[in-house]
């Protein structure tokens, strides 16, 4: 074994025996690995905000009906699963055992004031409030505390994923979104030229020519979404490439002819979107990529 190798191995070694000890000091006892209860326990239905504070800043999510809404720093739909993700991890973070009781601890743990502070509130009334640490060695765990409490917990999952996240990544990124078997109509608009996808009597027609069901276009349009918000002014907005309309939607597309990306909009919101080249051929057909042998 070579020097250097020998020397990582020393350096490794020292490190876990010193992990070890610290954590058997006074006051402080490693996870038995029995499940133990939840860490916080409220009624998920009934929450409906949350604020959450990291690295990443301060964001306040609420709940208007049944979906959630990002209320601060920015205003905008949450993706559906993420906050109702949010809301049931928070409930049922389930611990392992006692890391620590000495206040001491907690910036080894990170759940000091640099760990992810969630609060959980029902009608203005605050029902939990817990920080998020650390992912353990293992990588499929993380220490947690109740704030106000010096108890440090090992709590199964990675939670800091659920939780910890730039307030555009809460955003719900949808353009377009409707059930495969609703999309029967749609018309595709370049310029002068308009193709024309139908179905009809159980047939796919382009035009009006028979031809085999578009399954990549309808799957791509169905759940069409961004990859980037526009939230700042578009100075100078490239000539119109095309437009998609669809159930009542149109769907406007402006290609940057430098970047090759396009501004898009749809009639559904006045948010602006960018998208890349691969995304936007997804479902700005034209009339020869319907058919397996193209058509005159």
């Known amino acids: ?7 990582l191995t020393i350096i490794l070694a020292s490190l876990i025996v010193a992990t070890v000890l610290v954590l058997q000091q006074p006051g402080e006892q490693s996870s038995s690995g029995e499940p133990m209860a939840t860490l916080v ?11 959450i504070v990291s690295s990443n800043g301060h964001v306040i ?13 920015i205003r905008y739909l949450v993706a559906e699963y993420l906050g109702t993700r949010a809301v049931g991890s928070g409930r049922t973070i389930k611990l392992k055992g006692l890391v620590s009781s000495n206040p001491g601890k907690q910036t080894l743990f990170k759940v000091d004031s640099t760990g992810i502070l969630v609060k959980f509130y029902e009608r203005d009334i605050e029902k939990a409030s817990i920080r998020i640490g650390k992912a ?21 999952g990675m939670l800091a994923s659920v939780f910890d996240r730039k307030p555009k990544d809460w955003r719900d990124k949808g353009i377009y979104r ?4 609703s999309i029967a109509d749609v018309k595709l608009h370049y310029g002068d030229t308009t193709i024309s996808v139908l179905f009809r009597d159980s047939l796919w027609t382009v035009d ?18 961004t990859d980037e918000f526009v939230d700042t002014a578009i100075t100078t907005l490239p000539k119109l490439s095309a437009v998609i309309e669809v159930n009542g939607t149109a769907i406007r597309f402006f290609q ?6 396009y501004f898009v909009q749809s009639t559904q919101s006045p948010q602006w979107f960018s998208i890349p080249l691969w995304k936007a051929k997804q479902v700005l057909k034209k009339r020869n990529d319907f058919f397996v042998t193209p058509k005159a």
Do not use: H
Not at 41 to 51: K, N, P, T
């Open 1 to 7: 074994m070579k020097r250097n190798t020998w020397i």
């Open 41 to 51: 326990d409220y009624d998920s239905a009934a929450i409906d905000r949350m604020e």
């Open 61 to 73: 999510l609420e709940k208007d009906g049944d979906n959630w809404n990002i209320t601060s720093p």
């Open 136 to 156: 353990t060695t293992s990588f499929t765990e993380t220490y947690v505390r109740r704030e106000g409490s010096d108890d440090v917990f090992i709590a199964d």
């Open 178 to 181: 409707a059930p495969r078997e």
């Open 208 to 225: 009006g020519d028979s031809t085999g069901e578009p399954t990549s276009f309808i799957a791509a349009l169905s759940k069409f979404e």
């Open 256 to 261: 940057d002819k430098v970047t090759t990306k």
